[in-house]
């Protein structure tokens, strides 16, 4: 079986700036893929190259069997790739269910029919609660998004992100700001997402959410690859250390 997702010998500059360089990966079948790095390090670049928000510079990236290095975000997206942001970004003023609705591919392909509302159609309601429920949302389905806590808020951008109906996700740092209660249960939440998906991605500078979920971890610096490996490999890594610690001593928690 081919790899879920191919990045191969793929650069992206700005100028003179540099954000990835040279860097390839594979993402495989059933794969939690985690990619860490301090700031800067061009992991958001790399998610940004493969959701279609930028192009590469140079290098190939590939969805299954398919090139899609110079396709459009919309292509991309249709073709199974949906991805969360650092910053959460949800339609504040619409209800969770609305929220969910919106990525339903029918709309996205059909602007009108969201425009003109979406018309009481009673299997795209389903879908959509079903979602929220799934992400343990059920009763605050009505409730406007902008008054979500912050890890309800994270949970219906996932979600939202489902809703797309995506072969490969890519999570942009989902635990930042989250607390610990809230951290395990988006771990939680996450590993339920893999039942629905190829293969996730997962870009995360808490050290505790890449243990636990990421099967084989890429840490990045400069843009380029400086570790591969299980988890417990790569943040034992001396380079890695150093580029986090700035010294070899100690452990990253």
């Keep these: 079986m081919s790899s879920v997702l191919s990045v191969d010998g793929v650069t992206k500059t700005f100028g003179g700036l540099v954000a990835v360089d040279s860097l390839s990966l594979t993402v495989e079948p059933g794969e939690a893929l985690g990619i860490l790095g301090p700031n800067g390090a061009g992991k958001t670049a790399l998610i940004n190259m493969v959701s279609g928000f930028y192009r590469p510079t140079a290098g190939t990236i590939r969805l299954f069997d398919r090139e899609i290095t110079d396709l459009s975000l919309h292509q991309i997206g249709r073709l199974g790739i949906a991805r969360t942001f650092q910053n959460i970004r949800l339609f504040r003023r619409m209800t969770v269910l609305e929220n969910v609705m ?17 018309g009481g159609r009673r299997h795209d309601i389903d879908e959509a609660m ?5 992400m343990g949302l059920a009763d605050r389905a009505d409730r406007i998004a902008g008054s979500l806590p912050y890890g309800d808020a994270r949970r219906l951008e996932m979600a939202r992100a489902l809703a ?4 490969l996700l890519l999570l942009d740092e989902p635990g930042a700001g989250m607390n610990e209660e809230e951290t395990e249960r988006l771990i939680a939440d996450i590993h339920k997402c893999r039942e629905r998906l190829a293969a996730i991605v997962l870009i995360e500078h808490d050290m505790t959410m890449i243990r636990k979920i990421a099967d084989r971890v890429v840490a990045m610096n400069y ?10 490999e790569v943040l034992s890594h001396p380079e890695v250390k150093r580029a986090y610690l700035g010294t070899t001593e100690g452990e990253l928690v």
């Design 164 to 167: 797309t109906g995506p072969r």
């Design 223 to 232: 843009g380029r690859k400086m570790a591969e490996g299980r988890p417990t």
């Design 130 to 134: 079903a979602l929220v429920e799934f």
């Design 102 to 118: 919106t990525a339903n591919p029918r709309y996205t392909r059909k602007p009108l029919r969201a425009f003109f509302g979406f």
